[in-house]
């Protein structure tokens, strides 16, 4: 089933990327208007885009120093090739973002937006409102990891699927299949199968 025919699904993805741009007051969510959701989605994926692009060149620089050296040896033409090749990554993941950006207004638009509206704003208020208890949860099962030294985006994406398990009373493997399809886009490879781990996890850990 394709995002525009899942309204929840819209929903997670502007929850997601909106979260850390929404300003909440307990007397102000309801005035959250869809596309303030929209803008604050887009103004996360700039600035990760502005980040990855800013790394993706610092790698061509190194590679370019490495390769250019008067006493050029083979380690370096070596290290050139690796730091070249992430740069190739980096970019790739920039230009991804771009089509990101530009399918969130279009994904919204054919969606029902009151009902993508209200659940986005539930997942954001819920998470707000029970933060200290999500993260202690993540927290206990993350052996040698902690959520700070997470991506924002890695750490946005188990807060909302625990507080979809623990307090929205999604059914578990909703919450952790919907985490991971939304991983996929927004993570890497890395990222959704360690998000797949620790939500596992954190399941069986509540149905304890």
């Known amino acids: ?15 997601l990327l909106s979260l850390s741009q929404i300003k909440i007051k307990s007397d102000t969510l309801e005035d959250i208007e869809i596309n303030d ?9 700039t600035l990760e885009i502005e980040s990855t692009i800013e790394t993706a ?3 061509l620089n190194r590679s370019n120093d490495h390769l250019f050296k008067s006493d050029t040896r083979a380690t370096n033409i070596g290290s050139a090739k690796s730091m070249l090749k992430d740069a190739i990554v ?11 950006i530009i399918e969130i207004p279009e994904f919204v638009q054919l969606s029902r937006q009151h009902e993508v509206r209200e659940y986005a704003l539930e997942l ?5 409102r029970r933060k200290t208890e999500i993260e202690a949860i993540l927290n206990e099962v993350m052996i040698d ?12 994406i ?9 307090f929205l009373n999604i059914e578990h493997k909703v919450a952790i299949n919907e985490a991971i399809e939304i991983a996929k886009n ?23």
């Open 1 to 15: 089933m394709s995002i525009r025919q899942q309204p929840r699904r819209t929903a997670r993805i502007l929850a």
């Open 37 to 45: 959701l929209i803008l604050g989605a887009i103004r996360t994926l």
């Open 57 to 59: 060149s610092d790698e």
């Open 90 to 100: 980096l970019t790739q993941k920039a230009i991804n973002r771009i089509g990101n």
């Open 124 to 128: 954001i208020g819920t998470v707000d």
């Open 145 to 156: 990891w902690t959520l700070n030294r997470l991506t924002q985006i890695d750490a946005n």
């Open 158 to 166: 188990l807060r909302l699927a625990v507080a979809e398990m623990t």
């Open 186 to 208: 927004y993570s890497d490879e890395d990222g959704y199968r360690f998000i797949n781990g620790v939500l596992r996890k954190v399941s069986d850990k509540i149905k304890q």
